[in-house]
């Protein structure tokens, strides 16, 4: 077994074999995104030093920017104390970690009003970005 391989064994997975990482930016830590990886996305992860992760909702492997571009270069990665979590910097390519357009997935705030009110511009399209193949 491998050093990566023992390091990523002992990691708590979730029993779908998933552990929860939250994307931020490296250099002014907002929280970009959150995902989730699997044993082989986050060894690819460390391996590359781009991001990738398994999509729960559409059931597969991916590399975040493969379609748009828009990749994460890895800069730091941590566990927290019960090693169930992950934290990743990142420099987050072209402007957006949002498949929505936007910087950050975070880009609603609740209002006292009790509406979500949409913070910041999108940095792109996703209409152009995401076309039907």
Same mark, same amino acid.
């Given at each position: ?26 250099? *002014?830590?907002? %929280?970009?995104? =959150?995902?989730?990886?699997?044993? &082989? ?5 460390? #391996? ?35 090693? *169930?979590?992950? %934290?990743?910097? =990142?420099?987050?390519?072209?402007? &957006? ?5 936007? #910087? ?30």
């Amino acid at each position: 077994m491998s050093k990566l391989d023992e390091t990523i064994s002992g990691l708590k997975f979730m029993a779908d074999g998933l552990i929860p990482a939250v994307i931020i930016d490296a250099n *002014d830590k907002a %929280v970009l995104m =959150v995902a989730y990886m699997n044993a &082989a996305s986050l060894a690819d992860t460390v #391996r590359t030093g781009k991001t990738h992760f398994w999509s729960r909702s559409r059931g597969k492997y991916w590399m975040k920017g493969e379609e748009s571009g828009m990749t994460q270069d890895v800069k730091a990665m941590y566990t927290d104390c019960d090693k *169930d979590t992950l %934290v990743i910097e =990142v420099v987050q390519n072209g402007g &957006a970690a949002c498949h929505e357009g936007y #910087r950050s997935c975070f880009f609603r705030k609740l209002t006292p009003d009790g509406d979500w009110q949409v913070q910041g511009e999108r940095v792109f399209d996703p209409k152009q970005v995401y076309k039907k193949k």
